[in-house]
């Protein structure tokens, strides 16, 4: 055990888990690499859990942070911040909702917990829906909505959910449907529910399912359930902490995987938008965003410092087509995973879009979840200079691919062929 990661152990909380055996201390990175503390070259296929959303030290965002903390580095919603409404000016247009109002936070939790209460102050209610297998974050009223309940500690939610079927295509008691079949079961399941319960004030869902091992319902699954929700006058949250800004390749936001719905009511985005700097936030329209009766509900609602890395980060992500390389070198990546995988009986289903990208381990011959051939894969890519992530909801038993978005071609075959040997080696 490292001398860090002992006085990890004796100060930090029990439940703080870090991934390997030997935690890896980072030191730098550039590009789509990174270096530990001894000097080993790693290629992030996880983009320090999506974070890194363009580039390690991505030149364009440390001069917007330099300049600004040479500037100003100061914080309160009470004065104008002109990087802060310039970004909400871009995140307002680029969100689809018509008439649209940005609030910035620090985390995605906290956009969701924004959002929850929006929600339930706009149509007066604590009831909220949320999906199965799903994950919104760790505070109070997140872990309220989050269905995966091993990756949340408990707690006594202020929220009455109902969980709905249909996050997840590969598992559950619909698995066996055909796509329309899954998604005409999953409405009445939706419709099943709210004929039992007073008026939930929101569903809150991520189109593709994050922790839940990158894993999706067909397109359309939220599209029909859309006209459901509107019947009642239920809001539609589309948690895009993950797969906004051009992850999933053929869509900037997921929810747009589901487009005849038109944008949701309330988005929430956070994670790469700062590349590594901490913000999030919540776009909403104005008569919801406008609900609260506050003055302003956090006084790091978006800093200078943040809101001008995010806005660097962005323009470079949409100067640059980021969006196309993921939908491209992802493709490629899939295509080239699925034939490496395609004799290994550990490897249920390589699934995803854009960079981002799932690997479901059973054991050999069974369908059942293989949570330890997961973590040993992990440690095996890791010996081999590759870090990836895992998750999978109950069973972590999914390997999670999600390399910064300006990933090269060559790049992808090198991250490929250390996986396909560390899976060989592990499963
Ligand atoms: N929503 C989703 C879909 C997430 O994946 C996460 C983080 N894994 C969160 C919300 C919470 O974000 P944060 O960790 O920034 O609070």
Redesign the pocket.
């Given at each position: 055990m490292s001398d860090l990661y002992a006085r990890h152990r004796a100060v930090a909380p029990d439940w703080l888990a870090l991934y390997y055996e030997d935690p890896i201390e980072i030191t730098h990175g550039e590009g789509r690499y990174v270096w530990d503390a001894n000097g080993k070259r790693y290629l992030d296929f996880f983009g320090g859990?999506l974070t890194t959303m363009t580039a390690h030290a991505l030149p364009e965002v440390t001069k917007a942070v330099s300049e600004q903390a040479g500037r100003l580095l100061h914080s309160s919603t009470l004065y104008l911040n002109r990087p802060m409404v310039e970004l909400a000016e871009r995140i307002a247009q680029l969100s689809e909702i018509p008439n649209a109002r940005v609030f910035f936070t620090t985390?995605?939790?906290?956009?969701?917990d924004t959002a929850l209460l929006l929600a339930t102050a706009y149509r007066r209610s604590n009831t909220v829906l949320a999906m199965r297998n799903s994950?919104?974050?760790?505070s109070f009223s997140?872990i309220g909505v989050t269905g995966n309940r091993g990756w949340s500690p408990t707690s006594l939610s202020p929220l009455q959910t109902l969980y709905v079927h249909g996050g997840v295509r590969t598992r559950g008691p619909f698995a066996h449907l055909d796509d329309a079949e899954f998604i005409a079961a999953c409405v009445e399941d939706l419709k099943d529910l709210l004929g039992h319960t007073r008026p939930p004030a929101a569903l809150i869902a991520?189109p593709v399912q994050?922790?839940g091992g990158f894993t999706s319902p067909p397109d359309g699954l939220y599209a029909a359930f859309r006209e459901v929700l509107q019947e009642h006058g239920i809001l539609w949250i589309s948690?895009e902490?993950?797969t906004g800004w051009g992850r999933t390749g053929d869509h900037f936001w997921g929810w747009q995987a589901h487009g005849r719905s038109g944008p949701p009511d309330i988005v929430?985005f956070?994670?790469g938008l700062g590349n590594g700097m901490?913000i999030?936030g919540v776009v909403a329209r104005a008569e919801i965003m406008n609900c609260l009766d506050a003055n302003s509900i956090s006084t790091f609602g978006g800093t200078q410092i943040t809101t001008a890395a995010a806005l660097a980060n962005l323009t470079y992500l949409l100067e640059h087509d980021l969006q196309g390389n993921a939908r491209r070198v992802g493709g490629l990546l899939i295509e080239r995973l699925r034939a490496a995988t395609a004799d290994l009986p550990g490897v249920r289903e390589v699934r995803g879009r854009g960079l981002m990208i799932g690997i479901e381990l059973v054991r050999p011959g069974t369908d059942e979840a293989d949570p330890r051939a997961a973590s040993a894969v992990l440690e095996a890519a890791r010996e081999g200079g590759l870090l990836i992530g895992k998750g999978g909801g109950h069973h972590t038993s999914a390997l999670r691919i999600a390399p910064p978005l300006s990933l090269t071609v060559a790049e992808a075959e090198e991250g490929a062929a250390i996986l396909e040997h560390a899976l060989r080696s592990a499963c």
């Open positions: 859990i985390s995605g939790t906290e956009a969701n994950y919104h974050g760790r997140a991520e994050g922790v948690d902490v993950q929430t956070a994670k901490s999030g």
